[in-house]
């Protein structure tokens, strides 16, 4: 396993090389890319991250390598150090705010 893979905890790409197994998360080469090509820049930004899934710790740890200031997460619940969706709101710092959610994903496309 690579070790960005290990470190994010999430594998989404194996590769079988003569028989040995490798794995990758290409998420995070694949939203690191396209945050640039947008001109996103993390640096010393504070980021609200929505949801608390697995591309989750991925986008975290974009923005992190990316120099981010702080890295805040927000979700329905607040659990495991989450801010609630209502909290987040009591944050005016925040620069850029990237949604890991199921909302807006078929079948529910407009949520």
Do not use: W
């Not at 470190?7 to 995070?28: E, H, P, S």
């Not at 200031?69 to 987040?88: F, I, M, P």
């Amino acid at each position: 396993m690579e070790p960005r893979a290990a470190a994010i905890g999430a594998v989404n790409t194996v590769v079988n090389r003569d028989g040995k197994l490798y794995g990758y998360n290409t998420d995070y080469t694949g939203f690191a890319y396209l945050a640039r090509c947008h001109g996103v820049k993390f640096a010393g930004a504070v980021v609200l991250v929505l949801g608390t899934g697995g591309t989750h710790n991925t986008v975290t740890a974009v923005c992190q390598d990316a120099g981010a200031k702080q890295v805040l997460t927000a979700s329905r619940t607040g659990k495991d150090g989450a801010l609630t969706y209502e909290k987040a709101q009591q944050h005016p710092e925040i620069n850029i705010i990237i949604n890991t959610t199921p909302a807006g994903m078929y079948p529910n496309n407009g949520s």
